[in-house]
């Protein structure tokens, strides 16, 4: 954990902010909530609250007898958490899992800004490259079928993707993710397969997102595609790894040397709390600030 902005002071009139976990000791949202909040020279303080599951109920119970402001929600209380929300909004309904709570005269509110973090990279790059805007009208590929491949779905959603294609290794958990986008709110032509379908569908894609743990640090020289695999993504593609350390991954320099566009998932992390905070705090956040939060995000990372 990186020390408090010197900036910072606590009293009286300091509204809280925090996330739940168990564990959450070692959660990066503190550094990067903190250094925010210090630089707009706002009276919140982010902290973590170790939160068993059998003490939820008790911990929301306690945090809105005390006014905290709002909080996130990490492992294991992503769905668990929904059951004591007064208004979750249809997007975090149909992902079935909440990150971000905010107390409002409604009550508890809650939505998964995990959405907004994942289609803002490439939002930023749609907005100057025709090339990336192309990408978003072919199907998506998503290699991983679990908690954030469906904030993947929701992203592709409103991405304008003409469909998801998902693989994933267990047929079973795939046609069970598949099924339940149908009658969803979100509305996108999601498709399951095997990886052994993936030389059909890899040329195809406009966008091919790792959504494994596979190649994540310890294990860096994994990847979800063979190497044989990854010669199959198109080099007008854009290669998109939900793993943000190491950068780049295995998978992300299979498919840069195709010539594919490479994204990791730092900047994913930092908008999904870019966009809590602007719930909370109820206003835009500059490009200076957001920029605040990815450098402490970096350094509590130890990336340059
Ligand atoms: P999860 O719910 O555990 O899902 C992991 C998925 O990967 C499952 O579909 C699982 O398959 C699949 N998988 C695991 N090992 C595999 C293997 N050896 N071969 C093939 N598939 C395998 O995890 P998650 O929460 O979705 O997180 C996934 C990744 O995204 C992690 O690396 C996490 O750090 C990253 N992430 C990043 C951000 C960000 O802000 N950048 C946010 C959330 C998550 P089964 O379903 O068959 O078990």
Redesign the pocket.
């Known amino acids: 954990m990186t020390p408090l902005p010197p900036t910072m002071t606590i009293s009286g009139t300091t509204r809280l902010l925090g996330i739940i976990g168990d564990p959450v000791g070692h959660s990066f949202s503190p550094d990067m909530q903190n250094q925010a909040i210090a630089e707009l020279g706002l009276d919140y303080v982010y902290v973590p609250f170790p939160v068993a599951p059998a003490n939820l109920g008790a911990a929301m119970a306690g945090f809105a007898a005390t006014g905290v402001v709002g909080f996130n929600a990490t492992?294991p209380h992503k769905q668990a958490v929904m059951e004591y929300l007064d208004v979750i909004t249809p997007e975090a309904q149909a992902i079935g899992a909440v990150n971000t709570v905010w107390r409002s005269d409604r009550g508890w509110e809650g939505t998964n800004t995990?959405v907004t973090?994942?289609i803002a990279p490439l939002q930023d790059r749609a907005a100057t490259d025709e090339k990336v805007r192309r990408c978003f009208e072919k199907p998506l590929v998503l290699?991983?079928?679990?908690?954030?491949?469906r904030?993947v779905v929701a992203g592709a959603a409103k991405l304008g993707c003409p469909k998801v294609q998902v693989a994933?290794?267990?047929a079973e958990?795939v046609a069970a993710f598949v099924e339940s986008w149908q009658d969803s709110p979100i509305a996108i032509q999601t498709t399951g397969h095997s990886?052994e379908a993936l030389p059909e569908l890899l040329p195809e894609a406009g966008i091919v997102v790792?959504?494994?743990?596979?190649g994540?640090n310890p294990n860096v020289e994994?990847s979800?595609l063979t190497d044989e695999l990854a010669e199959c993504i198109s080099p007008d593609a854009i290669a998109y790894d939900?793993?943000?350390t190491p950068s780049p991954t295995r998978f992300l320099e299979q498919a840069a040397g195709r010539g594919a566009l490479a994204i990791d998932?730092?900047e994913?992390?930092v908008r999904?709390g870019a966009a809590a905070l602007e719930i909370w705090v109820e206003r835009e956040l500059t490009a200076e600030t957001v920029e605040t939060m990815r450098r402490a995000l970096k350094a509590r990372l130890g990336l340059s």
């Not at 290699?143 to 491949?149: E, F, V």
């Open positions: 492992i995990d973090g994942f290699l991983g079928n679990g908690g954030a491949a904030a994933g290794r267990s958990k990886f790792n959504s494994t743990p596979l994540m994994r979800p939900l793993i943000y998932g730092l994913m992390l999904q």
